[in-house]
């Protein structure tokens, strides 16, 4: 079973929205800090949000304004609001949560 599992990526024109998703199984969601980072092939893994047990929050410049990480502890979730996306933010969105990462996300940004 893999432990967390992203989803809610898609295709979006610019200036759209997405929310993902991040479920996490098999561990205690409360007792970690969440965080998203995104990737383009042949490029480093960048970090985008992260989000703590305490709900303290910190962004990449890039994304600030515009993206907002929150986290449903009842519901083993954490969440990324993008909005007022631009083609720069296409990219695969990974979370990282309980020491492991998930598969990824297409995230798809083009008119």
């Known amino acids: 079973q893999v432990p967390v599992v992203e989803s809610g990526g898609g295709l979006v024109q610019p200036g759209g929205s997405l929310n993902l998703s991040c479920a996490l199984s098999?561990?205690?969601?409360?007792?970690?800090?969440a965080a998203w980072h995104r990737q383009n092939p042949g490029q480093l893994r960048e970090f985008v949000a992260r989000i703590t047990i305490a709900n303290k929050v910190t962004y990449a410049d890039s994304v600030k304004g515009r993206f907002t990480i929150s986290r449903d502890n009842a519901k083993n979730t954490a969440y990324l609001q993008m909005n007022n996306l631009t083609p720069e933010d296409t990219a695969v969105y990974y979370c990282?949560?309980?020491?492991?990462w998930g598969q990824g996300t297409q995230v798809t940004v083009s008119s």
């Open positions: 990282y949560v309980g020491n492991s």
């Open positions: 098999g561990a205690s969601f409360s007792s970690h800090a």
